[in-house]
C-alpha cells in the first residue's frame, strides 16, 4: 500500500514537470508520509510552496508589461488623489482634533501602505473564491496536501501594487521630514508591529467575509463587502466622537489600520495599544481560520 502511494506521488510530480507548473512541484516534492499518520507540511514547505506561487505571477505579469504598467499608475494616481484632496482640505484649516497636513500625510501614506500591502498579497485570492466554489475547482484545492486556507489565501500575488506601496512610504518619510520627527527605535518598532498587525486584521476580516460564499454559492462581488468599511480608516479615529469611536476601535478595528501605526511613529500612542494590535489581529485570524474549516464542513461539493 505505501508503495502504490509512492507510485501514485511519482506520477503526479512527473505529470508536473510536464506541465512546467511551479507550484505543483512544490506541492508534490515532499518525502512520504509514513501510514496511518496526518501529513502536515513544514513552514519551509509552506514557504516553498509560496514561493513557487510568486514565481508563477511574476512570470505572467513579465508577459504583460504594459497592462503592469497601466494598473501600477493607476495605484499609484489613487495615492496622489489622496494626498491632493488633504493638502487642499487643510490649505483652509490649521488642525482637526490635533491632526495637521503633516501629520495627515503620515496616515494617508499609513493607510495606502497597509491597503497596498494586503491587496499585494490577498486581493485577486478574495475575488477567485467564489469562482473556486462555482465551477467545482474547490474540490481540487481541498484534495491539496496543504492547509486549504492557506492555498487560496496565496496562490495569486498582485503586483501592481508594489509602486503604490513604495509611493505610500515615500508620502510617510516626506511627512515625517515636515515634521522634523526623531522617533526612536521602540516607537519605529511599534510602527512596524502595528502596519503587520493591520494587514493581518484586514486580511481576517476580508477573508471571513468571502467564506460566507461556502454557505451561500455565487455572490458576485463579494470580495468587496469589507473594503468601504476599512476605507473609513482613512480619517483619523479622533475625529470620530460618541458610541462610533469605541466600535470602531474595539469591535470593527479600524482605528489598527492607519490610526494607531501613524500615532506610533508620531510618538503619541500608548504601549498597551499595540500590545492590543497584535492580539486583536492574532484573534481575528484565528477566529478566519475555525470559520473557514466550520463552513468547509456544510461546503456542498460541486461535483455532488
Not at 27 to 53: C, D, K, N, T
Not at 119 to 147: A, H, Q
Not at 186 to 200: C, E, K, R
Request: charged share 15%; aromatic share 12%; glycine share 6%.
Amino acid at each position: 500500500m505505501r508503495r502504490a502511494g509512492q507510485r501514485d506521488r511519482r506520477i503526479a510530480l512527473a505529470d508536473a514537470r510536464a506541465r512546467g507548473d511551479g507550484l505543483d512541484r512544490a506541492l508534490w516534492l515532499r518525502r512520504a508520509p509514513e501510514p496511518p499518520g496526518v501529513y502536515r507540511p513544514s513552514l519551509g514547505q509552506y514557504l516553498r510552496i509560496w514561493r513557487a506561487a510568486a514565481a508563477s505571477c511574476l512570470a505572467r505579469e513579465l508577459e504583460y508589461r504594459g497592462h503592469f504598467a497601466l494598473l501600477a499608475a493607476s495605484n499609484v494616481a489613487w495615492l496622489a488623489l489622496s494626498v491632493c484632496l488633504v493638502v487642499f482640505l487643510f490649505s483652509n484649516i490649521r488642525a482637526v482634533a490635533g491632526w495637521d497636513l503633516d501629520r495627515m500625510l503620515i496616515l494617508v501614506g499609513t493607510y495606502q501602505l497597509v491597503s497596498g500591502v494586503t491587496n499585494l498579497l490577498f486581493e485577486t485570492n478574495m475575488g477567485k473564491l467564489s469562482e473556486y466554489v462555482n465551477k467545482g475547482e474547490l474540490d481540487f484545492i481541498l484534495l491539496k496536501p496543504v492547509d486549504s486556507q492557506f492555498l487560496v489565501s496565496t496562490r495569486f500575488l498582485t503586483l501592481n501594487q508594489v509602486p503604490s506601496i513604495l509611493a505610500a512610504l515615500a508620502t510617510v518619510a516626506a511627512g515625517w521630514v515636515r515634521l522634523g520627527l526623531q522617533p526612536s527605535a521602540l516607537a519605529v518598532l511599534g510602527y512596524v508591529l502595528l502596519v503587520a498587525s493591520a494587514v493581518v486584521a484586514f486580511y481576517a476580516l476580508w477573508f471571513g467575509t468571502v467564506t460566507f460564499v461556502l454557505w451561500t454559492g455565487r455572490i458576485d462581488n463579494i470580495q468587496y463587502l469589507i473594503i468601504p468599511v476599512m476605507d473609513i480608516a482613512r480619517v483619523p479615529i479622533d475625529v470620530v466622537r460618541g458610541i462610533a469611536r469605541p466600535l470602531l476601535t474595539f469591535v470593527v478595528p479600524v482605528a489598527l489600520i492607519a490610526t494607531f501605526p501613524s500615532k506610533a511613529l508620531l510618538g503619541l500612542l500608548e504601549p498597551w495599544y499595540v500590545l492590543y494590535g497584535v492580539v486583536i489581529a492574532a484573534a481575528l485570524l484565528w477566529l478566519s481560520h475555525r470559520f473557514w474549516h466550520y463552513s468547509l464542513r456544510h461546503y456542498s461539493s460541486a461535483s455532488s
